[in-house]
Every structure is written in structure tokens, then in C-alpha cells.
């Protein structure tokens, strides 16, 4: 059963900005002749981790909804300068918007069962051709 993560998108206004983030960091990566991927590091590891790698995504809600995902390649140890323990979740470059779904601010990540996760805006699904703000807007109104 595929288990997929969830956390607040600090910083990030769309998810234009969060791509153009992500990009910089997979191009910095690259220069070093590192691992072109992303990372975030979190305070906990999460326990359902099994369920999660290689299948799971972490979903980013930017300015109060769930707008993208990027897919979850592993989760890493980390132990940061201070000698405490982390996690670092090991993510794919890719970004890939979905359907607008309403979230409340909370803090760190959390669990989200897949068939709470909002579909990919896709072709087949409509409204990708759609402007961002638009669609916010829509949202919002609850009509998308």
C-alpha cells in the first residue's frame, strides 16, 4: 500500500517558485558532480518508511493548498553539526502539479493515505492549461 508524506512549503508563493528552487538546487548538485536530486532534512524519520520509498511522494501545500508532489527515492540518516539525528528525505527533481486540495497550516510533515492525495493535473484531467492564480481563485470559490 502506497503511503505518501505532506508538509507546509515554507518560502515558496507557487509553485512556479518552488520549481525554479528546485532547479538551482538540482544545478548546484550537478556542478559538485553530486547526486542530481533534492533533499529536504527533517527533525523525525518517518516510521512507515517502507511503505513510503520508491512508491510515495511528498505532496507541498503552498499558500494553503496542496499544489504539487515530488516523488520519495529514499530517506537517508543525516546527523546534522550538532550531533542530533535526522532524516533526510531523498527526492526525485521532478515536479509534478496536482489538482488544488485545501490544507490547514501544521508543523512538520505528516502522513497522507493515497487515496486522500489529490490526482496529477494531467491532459486527461484538465485544468494544467489553467494559470496558477486561476486556479487558486477557483479553488477557493470551491469550484474546482
Given at each position: 500500500?502506497?503511503l505518501?508524506?505532506?508538509?507546509?512549503?515554507?518560502?515558496?508563493?507557487?509553485?512556479?517558485?518552488l520549481?525554479?528552487?528546485?532547479?538551482?538546487?538540482?544545478?548546484?548538485?550537478?556542478a559538485?558532480g553530486a547526486?542530481?536530486?533534492?533533499?529536504h532534512?527533517?527533525?523525525?524519520?518517518?516510521?512507515?518508511?517502507?511503505?513510503?520509498?520508491?512508491?510515495?511522494?511528498?505532496?507541498?501545500?503552498?499558500?494553503?493548498?496542496?499544489?504539487?508532489?515530488?516523488?520519495?527515492?529514499?530517506?537517508?540518516?543525516?546527523v546534522?553539526?550538532?550531533?542530533?539525528?535526522?532524516?533526510?528525505?531523498?527526492?526525485?527533481?521532478?515536479?509534478?502539479?496536482?489538482?488544488l486540495?485545501?490544507?490547514r497550516?501544521?508543523q512538520?510533515?505528516?502522513?497522507?493515505?493515497a487515496?486522500?492525495?489529490?490526482?496529477?493535473?494531467?491532459?486527461?484531467?484538465?485544468?494544467?492549461?489553467?494559470?496558477?492564480?486561476?486556479?487558486?481563485?477557483?479553488?477557493?470559490?470551491g469550484?474546482?
Amino acid at each position: 500500500m502506497t503511503l505518501h508524506l505532506i508538509k507546509l512549503c515554507v518560502g515558496a508563493e507557487s509553485v512556479d517558485d518552488l520549481a525554479g528552487w528546485i532547479a538551482q538546487r538540482v544545478a548546484d548538485r550537478r556542478a559538485a558532480g553530486a547526486e542530481e536530486v533534492t533533499r529536504h532534512v527533517t527533525r523525525m524519520t518517518p516510521k512507515r518508511g517502507a511503505e513510503i520509498v520508491g512508491t510515495g511522494s511528498l505532496y507541498w501545500v503552498i499558500r494553503g493548498f496542496i499544489q504539487a508532489r515530488q516523488p520519495i527515492l529514499r530517506l537517508d540518516p543525516l546527523v546534522d553539526a550538532d550531533g542530533v539525528n535526522r532524516c533526510a528525505i531523498i527526492l526525485s527533481p521532478e515536479l509534478i502539479a496536482t489538482r488544488l486540495a485545501p490544507r490547514r497550516p501544521f508543523q512538520g510533515w505528516r502522513y497522507l493515505a493515497a487515496e486522500e492525495a489529490p490526482a496529477d493535473l494531467t491532459g486527461a484531467t484538465g485544468g494544467d492549461d489553467v494559470p496558477e492564480e486561476m486556479r487558486r481563485e477557483l479553488a477557493e470559490l470551491g469550484l474546482i
